[in-house]
């Protein structure tokens, strides 16, 4: 496997790690990933490899303090990284390393933050083939009391550090600061998908025309469960949508949680393959 990085300028003066991998076999298919909260591409590292062994060009972008990227001394959110770290990145892909289509995969907020960016960039619709989401949800994981108890006491906990730690999210990866994750927390108690200036991000899911499959977990229970993720899903409103849920009960391998859904022995026996057939099966932009 070859692996290149590339360091795009955003307009707001940052800089973005992105990482090219590929093989000797190049099918000319291409595939843009991005990871969530509290992580960089290592997450995304596996099922990029197993997809560049099939022939595809996966390229992978970390967001700014995240991996490779730079470390911002500004205040950043996550709608800072739909209007300027991707729009950065699919302005390189598509007018500099001229690619004519791709295909998305993205963990956690890295769903939401491509949904922003479509809604701002409706442009980009008709050049991705097909998005798939794992563990991705930005306003219903309140649903239960238990929930939202815990949504208040992680927003609250995350505002008296300045910073949510990542091990008490299990990640190993990286904290995040409370302005970042201030929105997720917000849009969850709230029901909400208020950006800035009180733009109605729910409003304009169903503007997302890129069939897409969500795939989430039994043992997600927090950041993105069934429920949360089917909401989610459903307001794009495009009945080529899939939601796919993953539990032992189902005949699965596991119940999986927020990360192993994405990144585990299981995952690539069940579901990489699964991700696989269905970028094949909607090919239908010529790359």
Not at 55 to 65: A, D, L, Q, S, Y
Not at 74 to 87: G, R, S, Y
Request: aromatic letters at 12%; glycine letters at 6%.
């Amino acid at each position: 496997m070859k692996e290149q990085l590339y360091h795009i300028k955003t307009a707001d003066n940052e800089s973005i790690a992105l990482w090219k991998l590929n093989s000797e076999t190049i099918t000319g298919k291409h595939i843009f990933l991005t990871h969530g909260a509290f992580s960089n591409r290592k997450i995304l590292d596996g099922i990029a490899s197993y997809l560049t062994k099939k022939g595809f060009t996966c390229w992978i972008m970390e967001w700014r303090n995240h991996g490779e990227s730079s470390k911002s001394t500004q205040k950043f959110n996550l709608e800072t990284i739909a209007k300027f770290d991707l729009k950065a990145t699919f302005n390189f892909l598509f007018y500099q390393q001229n690619l004519k289509s791709i295909d998305c995969i993205t963990h956690s907020g890295g769903g939401i933050i491509l949904t922003m960016f479509l809604i701002n960039n409706p442009c980009y619709n008709s050049k991705i083939n097909s998005i798939t989401l794992f563990g991705s949800q930005a306003f219903a994981a309140g649903e239960k009391f238990s929930s939202r108890i815990k949504i208040i006491a992680s927003k609250y906990l995350t505002a008296l550090l300045g910073k949510a730690p990542a091990k008490t999210v299990g990640s190993t990866e990286h904290s995040e600061r409370y302005y970042t994750m201030k929105q997720w927390y917000n849009w969850n108690l709230k029901k909400n998908f208020i950006g800035e200036n009180n733009f109605d991000y729910l409003k304009k899911m169903n503007t997302v025309t890129v069939p897409i499959i969500s795939i989430c977990a039994k043992g997600d229970t927090f950041i993105a469960p069934k429920e949360a993720c089917e909401k989610f899903l459903n307001a794009f409103k495009n009945k080529k949508n899939k939601l796919l849920f993953y539990s032992q009960e189902n005949g699965n391998l596991e119940n999986y949680n927020h990360s192993r859904i994405l990144k585990s022995q299981n995952s690539k026996k069940e579901i990489w393959p699964t991700v696989e057939n269905w970028i094949v099966q909607n090919k239908t932009i010529a790359y």
